[in-house]
């Protein structure tokens, strides 16, 4: 499964911005989606990530109750809704996936290390 992000851009503080991870490749299988974000000089974190099937979610705390994850497994996309951005949520997002065994379908991973693919990622920009 290959992933492919859209959705940034330059927004001011307070806005609201959709991003959108389109999936490519073996979208037959089962898979979990996280997103991630990376800003300059920093490690890149987890933000939020979803399972297959529930679904179940799971969010950093940074992002709890203004970010929101959703999953459309008929068009193989899975969004990322962001409110009231702040100038320090600027980074690249990526989404990533990671196909899941027919015995884990409400898997949720956290670590970007249990994600198999990766997308180019997608620039946010918010000014203050």
């Known amino acids: 499964v290959h992933p492919v992000e859209s959705g940034g851009g330059l927004v001011q503080a307070g806005a609201s911005l959709r991003l959108s991870c389109a999936a490519s490749?073996?979208?037959?299988?089962?898979?979990?989606t996280g997103w991630f974000r990376q800003a300059p000089g920093k490690e890149r974190e987890f933000l939020a990530g979803?399972?297959?099937?529930?679904?179940?979610?799971k969010y950093a705390d940074s992002v709890k109750g203004r970010f929101t994850i959703s999953r459309d497994n008929a068009d193989n996309t899975v969004y990322l809704q962001m409110n009231s951005l702040k100038p320090e949520d600027t980074a690249a997002y990526y989404c990533?996936?990671?196909?899941?065994?027919?015995?884990?379908?409400?898997?949720?991973?956290?670590?970007?290390?249990?994600?198999?693919?990766w997308g180019q990622g997608t620039q946010v920009t918010v000014s203050s």
């Open positions: 990533a996936s990671r196909v899941l065994e027919w015995t884990q379908l409400d898997y949720v991973p956290k670590s970007e290390t249990e994600y198999t693919s």
């Open positions: 490749g073996r979208t037959y299988s089962a898979y979990a």
């Open positions: 979803i399972s297959w099937s529930g679904p179940r979610t």
